[in-house]
């Protein structure tokens, strides 16, 4: 109270005295807070944009860039937003040159943490990415992609939906070094309220060494200029903060009277009203009957299939449900890895649950007759289930159509950059050109691209979890996020050295296990010398705790890509273009035995080891690989595909309408794939047409090999 009783006394005075009184205001006003004890803790926080666009104009420290790539408007609130709410529209012309626009934010460096938080909508189809950069465009941030364009881990973004995006920038240290334009800072990034990466190392850069605040871009990516890009950004708030700021959760429905959240889902039953929906009271709800927004739903009218429920709250934070219906006395069945389990909302009925084997064989059962939401499991693996909604078991009258469950085949493809699909063009931005892409389309099954860009086939089969990761190093995890320097190299299951293993991708290593703790490997490679070897690594736990020590010896774990290995019914294995690199560092023609060796450890820790495709090597001439092809044809027969048989052919050209060129003449003579099935004449790497006529041979040799029917 004297604090804010000496700040009136002093806007009093300087009212009446006028600007002779500003050094006295000064010093006494330090005074006053120098009494009162005000901590860091205290005085917190300092705003450096705080821009919600309702004045119809942009203020404040926020530019939008690049001149001349953009068109900038004001819409009022949609998509669940109020009509008074005004959003900036911020779209990437037709004409532009570049495929990004951004904004940008100089932030200054003596605070602990920046938080830049803002909700973006993304709207075009053309729509690729967002990332935070610096000034210079370098990284900040992992690229963020839409969900429908990919089910990577950074596929999170809802297109044609508000998406909370907070990011957070830690700064090593809040003294600025005025001789070095670098700013070394870890970062955290949460998309509608998941933490996406956590302490991951980036470096900040000031525009002259002897600055004191940086610039921070928010780049929105589409795919190939050409094309209007239209986005739309709200709420931008950016702050400094000395103590970490708070993450608010993003708003959530109740799910009551037999209704279930899945996901994304509000699934309930027939007759539900919008007025019968459950929130929090700060938060206000909107039902849209079509997904543009244009049909707002009364609250006494009933929700329908696929109605679109916006949930904003009090911080404009807008959650998203999509409505699915589930009749009365209807089973819906969902499948695990470990079990199937039957739901149903019965009245006066009876629900059971039947599993089969590959053969049709029943082979477990479950049943339930209690009334209301009902749940029932078979655990184990089926090939398919079938729920039933009887009357009763003693009349086994049917109350609705059977509900039915046939599983995918889960097909791996483990390679590099030609199992990526590098050169195609969604290439890291949903896949389906690559071949593992082609080949879903063309089976129907549930295909992973396990395609990691540069990688030996010791690394891949080190992913796969044939080759054992084991430190090198003693090493102790602290319980706060600061990462650890760590090494490591390959071992055989006897505990032999297998070579040297590189990682050249994070998101294909990551999360990571070390010693029971879950974390984020980072890493540089030096990609002068060959095999290709780490300069550095680090390991960054995910979340505080206990600090662990890891002896030598100790394996770096790879869950997702293990689980893979676990459940995959067919592996389809391409590897060794960019060498083997065992335990004699052997590259070139003369690793076909230890190919051989590397390719039969992998098979080894799959489920099915007999169920298998082997892709020989596509690049170089026609004698290049000659052995090579010929001890993998020794090893694999009716299992092995020799992709330039067909594809250094000019009837692949003919096939799909190209006029050979006089370099895919030149090509085709000397055995190698022409090049107008490559990326360029010097590339390795195919185009679309290329991995589409690959994924043809291996689809083809799948159904050779009764893998799938057509």
Request: aromatic share 10%; hydrophobic share 35%.
């Amino acid at each position: 109270m004297l604090l804010i009783s000496a700040f009136d006394i002093i806007i009093v005075t300087y009212k009446e005295s006028g600007e002779s009184m500003k050094k006295f205001i000064t010093v006494f006003l330090l005074q006053c807070l120098l009494l009162a004890g005000l901590t860091n803790a205290q005085a917190a926080e300092s705003a450096v944009v705080k821009e919600s666009f309702d004045t119809g104009a942009i203020i404040g420290n926020l530019s939008l860039k690049n001149s001349g790539m953009f068109d900038a408007s004001f819409s009022n609130g949609f998509a669940g937003k109020t009509a008074e709410d005004k959003a900036l529209e911020f779209s990437r012309k037709a004409s532009a040159s570049e495929n990004s626009i951004y904004t940008m934010v100089y932030s200054m460096l003596t605070m602990k943490y920046i938080k830049y938080e803002l909700n973006f909508f993304p709207s075009s189809d053309v729509f690729s990415s967002i990332a935070f950069k610096t000034g210079s465009n370098k990284n900040i941030s992992p690229a963020i992609y839409c969900k429908d364009s990919g089910d990577g881990q950074y596929n999170l973004l809802n297109r044609n939906q508000w998406n909370k995006v907070t990011y957070i920038v830690s700064l090593d240290s809040t003294t600025v070094d005025k001789t070095k334009r670098e700013v070394p800072c870890k970062a955290d990034l949460y998309i509608n309220g998941k933490q996406i990466c956590k302490a991951s190392p980036y470096t900040l850069y000031k525009d002259a060494a002897g600055k004191t605040t940086a610039p921070i871009r928010f780049l929105i990516t589409g795919e190939t200029a050409g094309s209007e890009m239209k986005t739309y950004i709200d709420d931008v708030d950016v702050c400094r903060y000395s103590a970490y700021p708070e993450i608010k959760q993003m708003p959530a429905l109740t799910a009551n009277d037999g209704a279930e959240i899945i996901g994304s889902k509000y699934v309930t039953y027939q007759n539900t009203r919008v007025s019968d929906l459950a929130y929090p009271t700060d938060c206000a709800i909107t039902v849209f009957g079509n997904s543009d927004y244009n049909n707002p739903l009364a609250e006494n009218a009933s929700l329908s299939e696929n109605d679109l429920i916006a949930l904003r709250d009090s911080d404009n934070q807008i959650s998203y449900y999509t409505v699915s219906i589930k009749g009365l006395n209807r089973a819906q069945i969902t499948p695990y890895s470990d079990r199937i389990t039957a739901s149903a909302y019965l009245d006066n009925a009876v629900l059971l649950l039947a599993g089969y084997s590959e053969n049709g064989t029943l082979a477990a059962t479950a049943l339930s007759d209690s009334q209301g939401k009902t749940n029932i499991s078979i655990d184990g693996s089926f090939s398919s289930a079938k729920a039933f909604v009887f009357e009763s078991m003693e009349s086994l009258k049917p109350l609705a159509e059977a509900e039915e469950y046939v599983s995918k085949p889960i097909v791996a493809c483990w390679g590099d950059s030609l199992t990526e699909g590098q050169g195609s063009t969604d290439f890291r931005n949903g896949g389906t050109y690559a071949y593992p892409g082609v080949l879903k389309t063309l089976t129907g099954f549930d295909v992973y691209n396990m395609g990691s860009s540069g990688e030996t086939a010791m690394s891949i089969a080190a992913r796969e979890g044939a080759i054992n990761v084991l430190l090198e190093n003693d090493i102790t995890i602290p319980a706060d996020c600061t990462p650890v320097r760590i090494e490591f190299k390959g071992y055989n299951a006897d505990g032999s050295y297998a070579g040297t293993v590189t990682p050249r991708n994070s998101k294909d290593w990551n999360p990571c296990i070390i010693n029971g703790i879950e974390g984020k490997l980072s890493f540089k490679v030096n990609t002068n010398v060959n095999p290709r070897v780490l300069e550095w690594a680090e390991f960054t736990r995910s979340a505080p705790g206990e600090s662990v020590t890891a002896a030598k010896g100790s394996q770096l774990l790879m869950p997702n890509n293990f689980n893979v290995t676990k459940n995959a019914d067919i592996n389809i294995i391409f590897i060794g273009t960019n060498g083997v690199w065992n335990a004699d560092n052997k590259s070139g023609d003369d690793y076909a035995d230890d190919l051989v060796i590397l390719i039969n450890k992998m098979l080894a820790k799959t489920k099915n080891p007999d169920k298998y495709i082997v892709i020989g090597l596509t690049t170089g001439n026609g004698s290049r690989y000659a052995k090579t092809d010929a001890t993998l044809k020794t090893a694999y027969g009716k299992h092995l595909i020799l992709p330039k048989e067909r594809l250094a052919t000019e009837q692949v050209l003919t096939d799909n309408n190209i006029t050979p060129t006089e370099q895919d003449m030149a090509d085709i003579a000397e055995g190698r794939v022409p090049a107008s099935l490559r990326l360029a004449s010097g590339d390795v790497h195919f185009n679309d047409i290329g991995y589409a006529e690959l994924a043809k041979l291996v689809y083809a040799k799948m159904l050779d090999l009764g893998y799938c029917i057509k």
